[in-house]
């Protein structure tokens, strides 16, 4: 099949018929909520999808997009693009997040890559440095994954070591800072025994240094760019046991808030700053704490603060924590290798992918396992319609939904194609601009191109499959953890506001909100849909992973053994 090594066949559904015109539509952003005045898809003009609801049960559920059921470690841990189309394309729940680094640690894969070959190139005469929060909470980071690395390094070379840890306090006991500290100082100690330099060099409080997230104040990565990079903070010690045990001795003092410190010789001269021919690594697996950071040690280009200087050196990301951004460019763990897509069909049918710009490689490139190109060009058309520049997003909300879905209609009426299949981006990319009179434009428009291409499957007889990703435009205001709107010191609600960073790949500006842990909607339909397929009632946990075999289904085919379970049954047959 193309250039991907393998032709494999799929046998024949013994109930449904081959050759109807399947629409596969996935909304970004587009979760299911209580309606309320923060629900920007409630509010909004949506009436294709409103008739779509009214499918319910049988043509209409809610599907999972969120944690374990797209590969995250546990349900807490939000969905995102990349996730959700791996998830929608494969059809089965590949490992993301904390077990993919587990599984490159454990393989010694993680050492074999070409993010940790670049910062090998540092080990000879530079520093190695880690910056993460040192903690075994399984959240944002593991202590044993950092024990592994440091290893790891050791064991290939490095020659010398610093680590700058943030304290946590928050998804562990407030304190257990102090037992983190002796663990990693008696690690340290055993490599200075084998002769690497190895020492803590800077630390401070997960909620006051560096892990600030939706870039809400860079003066939390300012803090920890001065300590970590620039050797600088109002609190100086010899030892971080004593740092962390003097600073949590004052008044009203815990893990999470620590203020900065770094180490220094007997001299006072800082240990561990982050200079030319270093090698850094943010060894946090979650990306939402990371991305920040990132920024500061990756773009050349930068205005959020006075780094006052921008040291050469090679940075890796534990992982990549932006797939739309390439952030970081380097990573030592790469997103999963998935073989076997949902693609595959292609050896049977023709395919049509749209999207703009900012989602076009979702369609495509995360669709298909991570894989760049077509499978069968004689059989594919990929079309990508170039997103607005220089601009944010909530100035014209719109973005280029109609004239996706112009392109989609085109694709169903000219008849060429098996399957069309799009990414109307619209509620996430408008949603993340926090603006809600934006975000509700975006929702009409994105349903107006919906209408259209069910208008076009109408004509040919064919079959639609409408979808979401994740969630994002259903809640756009800051919530505490029993789900109550935060309010600020005045009283009112605290919406999720604009937050600006560039966009290198396509240079526009637009902003980042939260993924929403929401479900998200699925509806099937059309004239082509045969009679008495259904959703099935038996399958409430179902996730993004099972609609590859669902889709598979309605273009006449059994999904692969191995695949998640279909959605739909077929009764009175």
Known sequence: MGSSGFSWKLNDHPKLPKGKTVAMVVLDGWGEDKPNEYNCIHIAETPAMDSLKKGAPDHWRLVKAHGKAVGLPTDDDMGNSEVGHNALGAGRIFAQGAKLVDLALASGKIYEGEGFKYIKECFETGTLHLIGLLSDGGVHSRLDQLQLLLKGASERGVKRVRVHILTDGRDVLDGSSVEFVETLE??????????????????????????????NDWNVVKRGWDAQVLGEAPHKFTSALEAVKKLRAEPNANDQYLPPF????????????????????????????????????????????????????????????????????HYLVSPPEIERTSAIIVTYMNFFSNSETVKFGHVTFFWNGNRSGY?????????????????????????????????????????????????????????????????????????????????????????????????????????????????????????????????????????????????????????????????????????????????????GFEAPSDYEPTLIEVVGN
């Open 375 to 555: 499978f069968n060009p004689q059989m594919e058309e990929y079309v990508e319609i170039p997103s607005d520049s220089g601009i944010t997003f909530n100035v014209q909300p719109k973005m280029k939904a109609l004239q996706i879905g112009e392109k989609a209609r085109d694709a169903i009426l000219s008849r060429k194609f098996d399957q069309v299949r799009v990414n109307l981006p619209n509620g996430d990319m408008v949603g993340h601009t926090g603006d809600i009179k934006a975000t509700i434009v975006a929702c009409k428009a994105a349903d107006d191109a919906v209408k259209m291409i069910l208008d076009a499957i109408e004509q040919v007889g064919g079959i639609y499959v409408v979808t979401a990703d994740h969630g994002n435009a259903e809640d756009m205001v800051k919530r505490d953890k029993s789900g109550k709107p935060i309010l600020d010191k005045n009283g009112n609600v605290q919406l999720l506001l604009p937050i600006l960073f560039s966009q290198p790949i396509i240079k526009m500006t637009f902003i980042l909100a939260i993924q929403i842990k929401h479900l998200v909607p699925i509806a099937i339909g059309g004239p082509g849909l045969s009679p008495g397929v259904r959703f099935r009632n038996d399958l409430p946990t179902g996730g993004l992973a099972n609609v590859a075999a669902t889709v598979m289904n309605l273009h």
């Open 262 to 329: 770094v180490i220094v010789d007997e001299s006072g001269k800082p240990v561990g700053p982050i200079v030319d021919g270093d090698a850094v690594v943010t060894f946090n697996f979650r990306a939402d704490r990371m991305t920040m950071i990132a920024k500061a040690l990756e773009y050349e280009n930068f205005d959020k603060f006075d780094r006052v200087r921008f040291p050469k050196i090679h940075y890796a990301g534990m992982l990549e924590y932006d797939g739309e951004l390439k952030l970081p460019s």
């Open 186 to 215: 008696n690690d340290l100690a055993k490599l200075r025994e084998k002769g690497i330099d190895a020492k803590i060099a800077s630390g401070g409080g997960r909620m006051y240094v560096t892990m600030d997230r939706y870039e």
